[in-house]
Nanobody, 114 residues
Framework: QVQLVESGGGLVQAGGSLRLSCAAS????????MDWYRQAPGKQRELVAT???????IYAGSVKGRFTISKDNARNTLYLQMNSLKPEDTAVYYC????????WGQGTQVTVSS
């Protein structure tokens, strides 16, 4: 069974930075695409960033140039470095991987004040 546990969320002022981590267990990690999603109150969950098994990255237009997704295969850990944060980045952030089904972490709250 795959388990994903996020950490690193918190309260930060606009323009600040946070780094989110996702510790993974189970067999699905290095050979699969890993994602960060977020969900703001009253809105649908949206894809923020993706990293492939080979290290290629894709970003949502709203975060491109500000966020960086990376991973450490040896430690089974996924990261999201978030810089120049804006109030509209406020959401619960989830890491996710598609294996036999899509697996989700429990989420970590990011709140950006103006």
């Amino acid at each position: 069974q795959v388990q994903l546990v996020e950490s690193g969320g918190g309260l930060v002022q606009a323009g600040g930075s946070l780094r989110l981590s996702c510790a993974a267990s189970g067999s699905v990690f290095s050979g699969n695409v890993m994602d960060w999603y977020r969900q703001a109150p009253g809105k649908q969950r949206e894809l923020v960033a993706t990293i492939t098994s080979g290290g290629s990255t894709i970003y949502a237009g709203s975060v491109k140039g500000r966020f960086t997704i990376s991973k450490d295969n040896a430690r089974n850990t996924l990261y999201l470095q978030m810089n120049s944060l804006k109030p509209e980045d406020t959401a619960v952030y989830y890491c996710s991987v598609l294996g036999l089904r899509r697996y989700w972490g429990q989420g970590t709250q990011v709140t950006v004040s103006s």
